[in-house]
């Protein structure tokens, strides 16, 4: 096979990525392929959070490598454009060895980088950082956020109210530059991803499925253990400031812990902004004209017919 299939699945959390991509990589081996998975998941990318990214355990891997997991400690920093430029490394050598990848996420910032390549930006400016950063402290974030619309509404509408390392990283770019952030984005050039046949699909449920599903990973992340998880990342130093430490799940137990709400609050929190972010993550996904979308469950086979006819070509 001259050019391997890389299939990009991608859709909002909780929308079944996990489960189609395993099977997709069985139907693969049985051919007498070795497919390799790579997350686009920007929170699987930290050691020690495991329960509420819900990684899979080395079992559950079924045998398939999985790459890009565990890559940094919580209190390190770690970029888009640095897991691009790994995802680019795997896939490279994967393209040399004429094999399947499947790139397989809903993080469509890291997604973008790699597809499309990123506007690297203008460096820091620290003095810039801290004051935006002390206004949001002193009038909120949502204000902060506010003022961002005005000037960005493309980056506001991508962007949580209450995100703000990406509020004040858009607001720097534009005070920096002169332009939205969003306009940068629109001049970058798409990148291709040589020796591949590339399919992209995208997972879409009805939405009261969706929730239905939001809703009950974020019983099963308790009742494995999510709250345990975070008291140990917090013995370990790793505090509620740190940028991983807001994700969705970490930021409300350690608002928790820290006795701003009790458990059923903190449930109900990270129930709610999980069914808000993956309507962001819809809006953002919806702006890819490649993507097919496709559910996972009336829709399977189609995916694999789609599968079968590319590899057959």
Not at 129 to 152: F, M, N, S
Request: charged share 30%; with cysteine.
């Amino acid at each position: 096979m001259s050019e391997p299939l890389l299939l990009v699945l991608t859709g909002p959390t909780a929308s079944g990525k996990t489960r189609v991509a395993l099977e997709v990589a069985r139907r693969l081996r049985e051919r007498g392929l070795k497919p390799e998975i790579l997350s686009a998941d920007s929170a699987q990318v930290y050691r020690g959070m495991d329960v509420g990214t819900d990684k899979l355990s080395p079992p559950e891997r079924q045998g398939i490598p999985h790459h890009l997991i565990d890559l940094v400690d919580p209190d390190e920093d770690f970029s888009a454009a640095q897991w691009a430029g790994a995802a680019r490394d795997i896939l490279s050598r994967l393209a040399g060895e004429e094999q399947p990848a499947l790139l397989v996420g809903g993080t469509g910032f890291y997604l973008r980088a790699l597809l499309r390549g990123l506007f690297p930006g203008p460096a820091a400016d620290h003095a810039l950082r801290a004051r935006l950063e002390k206004e949001a402290e002193q009038g909120g974030v949502p204000a902060l956020h506010d003022r961002l619309r005005q000037v960005d509404p493309g980056s506001a509408n991508r962007i949580h109210p209450n995100d703000l390392f990406r509020i004040v990283r858009a607001l720097e770019v534009y005070e920096l530059t002169g332009e939205p952030l969003s306009r940068h984005f629109e001049r970058q050039p798409k990148t291709s991803l040589a020796g591949f046949r590339v399919l992209r699909l995208g997972l879409k449920l009805p939405r009261p499925e969706l929730y239905r599903r939001i809703n009950a990973r974020v019983e099963a992340m308790l009742a494995r253990g999510l709250v345990e998880e975070v008291k140990g990342l917090r013995a370990k130093g790793y505090g509620p400031k740190l940028k991983s430490q807001k994700i969705i799940g970490y930021r409300q137990v350690h608002e928790m812990l820290d006795g701003r709400c009790d458990l059923e609050q903190a449930k109900e929190l990270i129930q709610r902004d999980s069914r808000h972010y993956a309507r962001r993550q819809l809006t953002w996904m919806r702006a890819e004209p490649e993507i097919r979308w496709l559910d996972p469950d009336s829709d399977q086979e189609t995916i694999f017919q789609s599968l079968e006819l590319l590899l057959s070509n």
